[in-house]
């Protein structure tokens, strides 16, 4: 966990580098445009990360024992790049929905670099989780930036959402409900670890 401050650092500066340094996208006036975009960012971000694991598993598969999926045959290897493969599927259910959102909410090409800046940060982040899982469990904490940047848009998202529907208590509710289950989930666990120890 020592790397993950470092790590949430690096990707801050390189999200803020790129929102601030690139040029703005063309034609983002249309939310159409917009939305098509943010599109383009999410097919970009399945096949360089979801896609790859996928080829990953299947070509060890092809050439192992592990042809026969019920033989229990995978290789370390192969049940990281599995578990590569799952988290990865669940980070793009907070991922494309928040990409989604976030260019719903830019109004300007200038303001559309977040979109490019979020999905190249967490492009990386799957990087650097399924590199520092090879390595070992404790080394894919620096990858885990990632979840927290699409949690971030996510929570911004739903926000401005609930803002537009109800104004600023919409948007209190929203936040407080996440609050409190996230409390709870913290407090629950703590409780259960604390009974293991007694």
């Known amino acids: 966990m020592r790397g993950m ?45 979801f896609a790859p694991g996928i080829e990953a598993v299947a070509h060890e598969r092809f050439v192992t024992p592990a042809m026969d999926p019920l033989a229990g045959a995978e290789s370390a290897r192969m049940k990281v790049n599995l578990r590569y493969l799952q988290n990865t599927l669940e980070q793009l259910l907070l991922f494309i929905p928040g990409l989604l959102g976030l260019a719903q909410y830019c109004g300007d090409g200038a303001s559309m670099r977040a979109v490019t800046a979020t999905s190249v940060v967490w492009i990386l982040a799957r990087f650097a989780f399924w590199i520092g899982y090879h390595r070992g469990p404790l080394s894919r904490t620096p990858g885990l930036v990632g979840m927290g940047q699409s949690l971030l848009v996510l929570l911004y998202v739903s926000a401005r959402f609930a803002h537009d529907v109800a104004g600023p208590a919409g948007a209190a509710a929203v936040l407080g409900l996440f609050a409190g289950i996230e409390l709870y989930l913290v407090w629950i666990n703590r409780a259960s670890r604390i009974a293991r120890l007694d």
């Open 5 to 49: 401050p470092a790590a949430a650092a690096i990707a801050l500066l390189l999200w803020l580098a790129l929102r601030y340094g690139l040029p703005p996208v063309p034609g983002m006036q249309a939310w159409p445009d917009r939305l098509w975009y943010a599109v383009g960012c999410c097919c970009v971000s399945v096949l360089l990360c």
